[in-house]
């Protein structure tokens, strides 16, 4: 059974960036789409942009356009996120999240908290 | 982009009791629509895709339905653990994908 192992919380200043990773552990992405998703406190879901790795290009929310970049690493099996010119509106818990079929999300990382806070 | 709209915001059952929720698309989206639950400090799950299909592992007691634009998610006997926040997303036109704002099922 494929897992999705992220990395540990992050603290960053207004304006800086971000770059978190999504390990499969078990398994590798070929039968995957990978995308992530965001949460911020208290409130819900907000697909941020996604990418099939063994394509290798990425399509983003309109909303993060230019400020985000999502890539992936076939022979690691590591799909990464980076978010640029951080707001304090970006403090959330971003979630790296897995689809096999179709753009429904089979399966979920724990998540990684981003603060945003100088 | 399609708006995917979820009523009630909150939603007060007993246990036992049946639960209804519903999500409505701005426009069309076929059966592409999928439900999640998200307990507090957890990743969502995912129960219910094409609209009416249970994830593995999912209790039959969960069931969707619907296509085009309205849908509903029927919990037919909230057990305890079944408080929890429900989402709802839509899949047919992306990107984007989009969710709902969600249901809160809360104890009666």
């Known amino acids: 059974q494929v897992q999705l192992v992220q990395s540990g919380a992050e603290v960053k200043k207004p304006g800086s960036s971000v770059k978190v990773s999504c390990k499969a552990s078990g398994g590798t992405f070929s039968s995957y789409a990978i995308s992530w998703v965001r949460q911020a406190p208290g409130q819900g879901l907000e697909w941020m942009g996604g990418?099939?790795?063994?394509?290798?290009?990425?399509n983003y929310a309109q909303k993060f356009q230019g400020r985000v970049t999502i890539t992936a690493d076939e022979s690691t099996s590591t799909a990464y996120m980076e978010l640029s010119s951080l707001r304090s509106e970006d403090t959330a818990v971003y979630y790296c999240?897995?689809?096999?079929?179709?753009?429904?999300?089979?399966?979920w990382g724990r998540g990684t908290l981003v603060t945003v806070s100088s | 982009e399609i708006v995917m709209t979820q009523s009630p915001a909150t939603l007060s059952v007993s246990p036992g009791e049946r639960a209804t929720l519903s999500c409505r698309a701005s426009q069309s989206v076929s059966s592409n629509l999928a439900w999640y639950q998200q307990k507090p400090g957890q990743a969502p799950r995912l129960l219910i895709y094409g609209a009416s299909t249970r994830a593995t592992g999912i209790p039959a007691r969960f069931s969707g339905s619907g296509s085009g634009t309205e849908f509903t998610l029927t919990i037919s006997s909230l057990q305890s653990e079944d408080f929890a926040v429900y989402y709802c997303?839509?899949?047919?036109?992306?990107?984007?994908?989009?969710f709902g704002g969600g249901t809160k099922v809360e104890i009666k």
């Open positions: 990418i099939i790795p063994i394509f290798g290009t990425a």
């Open positions: 999240v897995a689809a096999a079929g179709n753009w429904y999300f089979d399966l």
């Open positions: 997303q839509q899949y047919n036109n992306w990107p984007p994908v989009t």
